[in-house]
Structure formats: C-alpha cells, structure tokens
C-alpha cells in the first residue's frame, strides 16, 4: 500500500512565523497535492506538482509556495503565518490523474 | 468556474436504513469521479467512475454514474454505526498536467443505533 506520511499532527505557530509542512510519499507517484479543509469549505487544492520543481497554483495559493526537490517529498511553506491560515491539511499522491488519490493523515495547523 | 455540488449536507438515519448521497458537478474536461470516506483525518479511496450506467459495489457500498445528467449517487445498504463519517465526492479533470481534484463540501453521515 501507498504511504503518504505528514511529518507533524498537529502544529501550533505564531502570526508571522514561516511554517514548513512535510509530505513524504513511498510509492514513487508523480502527482502530489496539498489542500485545505475548512468546516462548511471542503476542501480546496492549494498547489499541486506533477514531477519534480515543477508546480502549479491551485484554487488558493495565496499566502503559500511550495518545493519539489525530490519526486518523494512535497513541502508546503507557510511564508508568514496567518491566523486566517488556521486549518487542517491534507497531502495527497497519486500515480496517474484521475486515479485514485491517497492522502497522508493531515496537520491540524493552528495560527496564534 | 468548475463546481461539484453534494446534498444533502447532513443526514442523520437509525441503523439498518438505507441512504443515498448525491453529487452533481460541472466541470470541463471531465474524467472521473470519485468518492471518498473521511472518519477521522484523511479521506480514504472507495470508488472511481468513469464509465456512465456502470455500478461499483463494494459490500454494502455501490455508487453510479450518470455523465449525461452530470451526477452520481453512493448508496450505502443496511447501515451501521461505523458508516458514519463524511463522504466526499470529487472531480478529476483530464488534460495536461496532474490538476487535482475539485471536491464538493461532503455529505455529514451519522447513523443512529
């Protein structure tokens, strides 16, 4: 089975801090995701990378970059926290789009 | 702007009931759509449809797709407890590029004993 490890559960940071958050997938998939989710939003694609330094901008990428240096892991970079970027996130992988994706645990992100 | 809608949001029924969950969505350059089960932290995989009038069973678990109307159900038979959880639905889009899902705002399960 596919891993897709985050590399803390829960986080708690200050306004203004910079946040690196860890995605290590185990199963060599071209494609990895991170979303949000929010009560009453779902989830929402922040930034997606389908090989390694290549990215593209998903539905809410402000406030966020992302790095791809290595095809197994994807970090998100919270450049400096807000509190409106309390929330819980999910990295996903997968082999092909339109496959079925596997998402790590998620970090429940807390801004203070 | 792409868009995948679920209803109801919320549903509360006794075990052994019946439910079935809706999804609609417009999007372009549609490929699949998927269903997802979230209990605690990450959703977990149950179906992809890409194929109209195709079920997919899984136990008590079957969902299809209907591509001229745009939506697809997840039935769930004889309900348990542990059903309870969000179900979410998502598109995946084809073209170039891996894209991501859109996904719709999930459908909140809670089955009563």
């Known amino acids: 089975d596919v891993k897709v490890t985050q590399s803390s559960r829960y986080l708690v940071k200050r306004t203004g801090e910079k946040v690196f958050l860890e995605c290590v997938q185990d199963?060599?998939?071209?494609?990895m995701f991170w979303y949000r989710q929010d009560p009453g939003l779902g989830l929402r694609l922040i930034y997606f990378s389908y090989d390694v330094k290549m990215k593209e901008k998903g539905d809410i990428p402000e406030g966020y970059s992302v790095s791809r240096e290595k095809k197994e892991r994807f970090s998100l970079i919270l450049e400096s926290a807000s509190t409106n970027q309390t929330s819980m996130y999910l990295c996903a992988s997968s082999l092909r789009i339109g496959r079925g994706y596997t998402f790590g645990s998620g970090t429940r992100l807390t801004v203070v | 702007e792409d868009k995948v809608v679920q209803s109801p949001l919320s549903l509360v029924v006794h075990e052994g009931d019946t439910v079935t969950l809706n999804c609609s969505y417009e999007v372009t350059n549609f490929r699949s759509l998927l269903w997802y089960k979230q209990e605690k932290k990450a959703p977990t995989f149950l179906f992809m449809l890409?194929?109209?009038?195709i079920e997919k069973k899984s136990g008590r678990l079957s969902s299809i797709l209907d591509k001229k109307e745009l939506f697809s159900i997840l039935n769930i038979t004889a309900t348990q407890t542990g059903d309870s959880a969000i179900y979410l639905c998502a598109s995946a889009l084809g073209g170039g590029g891996a894209d991501g899902l859109t996904f719709g705002k999930g459908t909140h399960l809670i089955i009563q004993p």
């Open positions: 199963m060599d998939h071209e494609n």
């Open positions: 890409t194929s109209s009038g």
